[in-house]
T-cell receptor, first 113, second 114 residues
Framework: QQQVKQSPQSLIVQKGGISIINCAYE??????FPWYQQFPGKGPALLIAIRPDVSEKKEGRFTISFNKSAKQFSLHIMDSQPGDSATYFC????????????FGQGTTLQVKP | KAGVTQTPRYLIKTRGQQVTLSCSPISGHRSVSWYQQTPGQGLQFLFE???????NKGNFPGRFSGRQFSNSRSEMNVSTLELGDSALYLCASSLQPGQAYEQYFGPGTRLTVT
């Protein structure tokens, strides 16, 4: 019940294209869903996050879509750029008095020029 | 504002030794969490500290321990190191644990056990 499943494991997109990464969770008590971006040699950086009371959140070229009934959420990167090439992690948390994050396995994104 | 800092950045240890890693949270942040990142297991939660108290612990053996000081700085210790402990150890800080408090990660400490 604590798992977060992420797909695909790797993704290659042409510059200017849309990158889509999907995550599914099991625990309906999760109420906070962040996405992190990690470059080699760096720690994960918070990209965007959503709560289950909204179905979509957009920040610049990054959009989270959330489907509560299907227990799925996804990250869309519009107009993908070579600088977006990184590993992306989805995560979920049952907040309240803890910030413990359950992470997906990660997606390595390569954006070709 | 300075980000989360972790020291040392790289460590090489031998099986059986122990190691202590340090984390300084973002100024004003009082909650610190630790994660282990490996290629096989991904990012796994180790423990979380707030107000010098461990609030949550992941599924790791007792060889992994931590503590938090009154200035919110945190340390984690791994005793009797095993080869499988080789990993990137990440520290994350937030204002407080729980709802609406986003976590920010440090660059990590790369531990290699030989």
């Amino acid at each position: 019940q604590q798992q977060v499943k992420q797909s695909p494991q790797s993704l290659i997109v042409q510059k200017g294209g849309i990158s889509i990464i999907n995550c599914a969770y099991e625990n309906t008590a999760f109420d906070y869903f962040p996405w992190y971006q990690q470059f080699p040699g760096k720690g994960p950086a918070l990209l965007i996050a959503i709560r289950p009371d909204v179905s979509e959140k957009k920040e610049g070229r990054f959009t989270i879509s959330f489907n509560k009934s299907a227990k799925q959420f996804s990250l869309h990167i519009m107009d993908s750029q070579p600088g977006d090439s990184a590993t992306y992690f989805c995560a979920a948390s049952r907040t309240g008095n803890t910030g413990k994050l359950i992470f997906g396995q990660g997606t390595t994104l390569q954006v070709k020029p | 504002k300075a980000g989360v800092t972790q020291t040392p950045r790289y460590l090489i240890k031998t099986r059986g030794q122990q190691v202590t890693l340090s984390c300084s949270p973002i100024s004003g942040h009082r909650s610190v969490s630790w994660y282990q990142q490996t290629p096989g297991q991904g990012l796994q939660f180790l423990f979380e500290y707030f107000s010098e108290t461990q609030r949550n612990k992941g599924n790791f053996p007792g060889r992994f321990s931590g503590r938090q000081f009154s200035n919110s700085r945190s340390e984690m210790n791994v005793s009797t190191l095993e080869l499988g402990d080789s990993a990137l150890y990440l520290c994350a800080s937030s204002l407080q644990p729980g709802q609406a408090y986003e976590q920010y990660f440090g660059p990590g400490t790369r531990l290699t056990v030989t």
